[in-house]
């Protein structure tokens, strides 16, 4: 922005009101037009070229911002779903407490009323020793009873309390999960927002320019990666849920950005990636780092269609590989999911969901 602006910096200069005091004003002279009349000089290719840098950087940000903030967002959905499974065994667990609590009772009175005599006193008083002898047994068995519902009452109040901690650990985490997400979301905004008004500064003309040098740049990266021989290596087909993520994603096409969504209209980079493998049958991490993480790695000679291709340093950016060199991915804000060049951007490394 600064390289832009500095024709009109220079010509406001030439132009400053603390100028000495002017001359009287003589008539105007067509043919010698104040310089405000002069049309800007143009904006050159090496600027265009700082502008598409600044842009990439600033959209890469936004893509790692957003990898945070879909992280944030599966944790807090597996936080509340645990919380809300606490919640259930709390209210299971206090309504198994009560009812302990009632058979505790009632064999309390139980055993006020049948034990009110030593046992060799009701032997003497028995008619019949064989029935002493079984309601001796029962005492017996309804004693251990008593003991088991005293350990059963106690390793449900331990249960409780145990639940009760877990519950308050998981609403910190979902907590500072939310602050996260909110932080997240806004550097995203920012960096959008920053990236939006550079565009908005130049010309339709320029703007073209622009997207040519962003084309270039990747074809570039693109011959210099099959230049290297890598495209001859690999020879593997896809498997058949491989083929079936492919045609999810390439049904896909022209289907608009946007950061954190996973469809059906719109869809950031591994929204589209974790979508086209779970509608495949498997379920993969959201983001493209967990994924980079998570799922096991191919060398890049050995990938088939279907596999996953990491970008960037950082595993901020993700594709699918369509075979034949290309990928079809959700590039940025402003752009819509498009197959490219396998090698247009710096690949980390490749990943197999169906390994």
């Not at 779903?81 to 309504?95: C, F, N």
């Not at 020879?235 to 390439?250: E, P, R």
Request: with cysteine; glycine share 6%; proline share 5%.
């Amino acid at each position: 922005m600064t390289v832009l602006g500095a024709p009109v910096t220079a010509y406001a200069s030439q132009t400053s009101p603390t100028d000495p005091t002017p001359s009287p004003t003589p008539t105007p002279n067509p043919s010698s037009t104040d310089a405000s009349s002069d049309d800007e000089a143009p904006v050159t290719n090496e600027e265009l070229e700082t502008v598409r840098k600044k842009l990439e950087e600033l959209y890469h940000d936004a893509a790692v911002a957003t990898d945070k903030y879909n992280a944030a967002e599966e944790k807090a959905e597996k936080q509340s779903a645990e919380i809300v499974g606490l919640a259930r065994e709390i209210v299971e667990g206090q309504e198994k407490l009560d009812k302990l609590q009632d058979l505790m009772g009632a064999a309390a009175r139980a055993q006020y009323r049948g034990g009110g005599l030593p046992s060799e006193v009701r032997l003497w008083l028995s008619e019949n020793p064989q029935d002493f002898l079984e309601g001796a047994d029962r005492l017996r068995q309804g004693q251990l009873a008593t003991k088991g519902l005293l350990r059963e009452m106690k390793q449900t109040q331990e249960d409780l309390e145990q639940y009760s901690k877990d519950a308050s650990a998981r609403w910190e985490k979902l907590e500072a999960n939310r602050k996260a997400k909110e932080k997240a979301k806004k550097k995203i905004k920012d960096q959008i927002a920053a990236a939006e008004e550079m565009e908005s500064t130049l010309e339709q003309e320029e703007r073209e320019r622009l997207a040519q040098l962003e084309e270039d740049a990747a074809q570039q990266a693109q011959n210099t990666w099959l230049d290297s021989g890598v495209l001859d290596e690999i020879d593997s087909k896809a498997s058949a849920q491989g083929k079936q993520a492919v045609k999810f994603a390439t049904d896909q096409i022209g289907k608009p950005y946007e950061w954190g969504a996973e469809g059906p209209k719109t869809y950031d980079c591994s929204g589209l990636t974790s979508q086209a493998w779970l509608a495949a049958g498997v379920a993969i991490p959201r983001t493209s780092q967990e994924q980079w993480r998570q799922l096991k790695h191919i060398d890049v000679a050995d990938m088939r269609p279907g596999d996953l291709i990491i970008y960037n340093s950082d595993a901020s950016h993700v594709a699918m590989y369509i075979g034949d060199g290309a990928i079809v991915h959700a590039p940025r804000p402003g752009r819509t999911v498009t197959i490219a060049g396998a090698g247009s951007m710096s690949i980390l490394g490749v990943v197999r969901p169906d390994a």
